[in-house]
């Protein structure tokens, strides 16, 4: 079917269902311009939060659509996709985490969103890549333990007095960007400001100007005086930036910086999602609890 026409079926659909389309950051071009909000990891849990919808069609991975069921269990939670997952979130297990907590003795546990509702349960509070510093300064602990991402945990622990206990996780993605990826860029666009998503290796981090979750790299390039930006995130967000500022010039860092799991998602998809009320995303009860627990205490850490 025509772009257009999709279009207009997913806008019928949407208004039958009463229904809000989110759209993660690294979505594909076609599914950005359907979305009703269009966000990082952390804006598009507080607004599934707040949505007073019947459905959400959730653009993105299954972590993302399995938080905002925990959050909103009255309402129907869509993901277009069923295999677009995490391969990061998959990396701590509820048995693994529970056996590094008996490791770590009086150790608060700070989950990454990026994780099952399992290992949320397991958690006594999540964080994304916005607010992960905040989040772990609120804290009454003085050890922390963070899964899964070993790259953002090493991030914070170099911004907070808080001793974090990493967990080896990272993501596929960002994890292949080098330093080397950096110099090459910094040769070929000598004026360029290089900004990186802090899933990134600490090396990469180090090497860039700024590391920024992705809301933090949109509100970067609003404010930015440079001309030229090398981003090193996931290549959807050059999309979503070109759009804020179509007077400036961006490159991706690397070509490997590639999610297949945010490419998954169509507008086709988008549309057949609304039709068969499919793929639904549901989180049982016992679980459920204790993974609302540590996302609402998430977002009531206030940001500054
Ligand atoms: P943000 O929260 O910065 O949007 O990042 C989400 C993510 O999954 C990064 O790989």
């Known amino acids: 079917m025509a772009i257009m026409t999709l279009q207009e079926k997913v806008a019928r659909l949407k208004s039958e269902r009463n229904a809000v389309i989110l759209a993660h950051n690294y979505q594909i071009e076609e599914v950005q311009d359907a979305a009703d909000y269009i966000g990082d990891s952390f804006e598009l849990s507080r607004i599934a939060a707040e949505a007073a919808v019947e459905v959400i069609v959730f653009c993105g991975v299954h972590f993302m659509a399995e938080s905002a069921a925990i959050l909103s269990p009255a309402k129907t939670v869509l993901l277009p996709e069923k295999a677009a997952g995490c391969p990061l979130a998959d ?40 607010n992960a510093v905040q989040v772990i300064n609120s804290l009454d602990a003085d050890r922390v333990i963070f899964v899964p991402d070993c790259n953002l945990a090493h991030f914070v622990s170099q911004k907070t007095q808080k001793e974090i206990i990493p967990w080896h996780g990272y993501c596929v993605t960002h ?85 297949p799991n945010m490419k998954y998602t169509t507008l086709e998809k988008v549309a057949s999602s609304l039709e068969h009320m499919e793929h639904r995303v549901t989180v049982p009860a016992a679980v459920r609890e204790g993974a609302a627990r540590a996302l609402r205490r998430m977002l009531e850490v206030p940001l500054h």
Do not use: W
């Open 91 to 130: 990396m701590v297990t509820p048995e693994a985490l529970r056996a590094f907590k008996q490791k770590h003795p009086g150790a608060a546990v700070a989950a990454y969103i990026n994780s099952s509702a399992a290992v949320k349960a397991e958690s006594d509070i999540c964080v994304t890549s916005a």
């Open 175 to 259: 994890h292949r960007v080098y330093p080397a990826d950096i110099e090459r860029a910094r040769r070929a666009h000598p004026d360029a400001a290089v900004i990186v998503h802090p899933e990134c290796r600490p090396e990469v981090v180090e090497a860039a100007d700024a590391a920024l979750g992705t809301g933090g790299m949109l509100r970067f390039v609003r404010e930015t005086e440079a001309r030229e930006i090398v981003v090193g995130t996931e290549m959807g967000m050059l999309y979503r930036l070109r759009k804020e500022r179509p007077d400036l010039r961006f490159y991706l860092l690397s070509p490997g910086l590639v999610c």
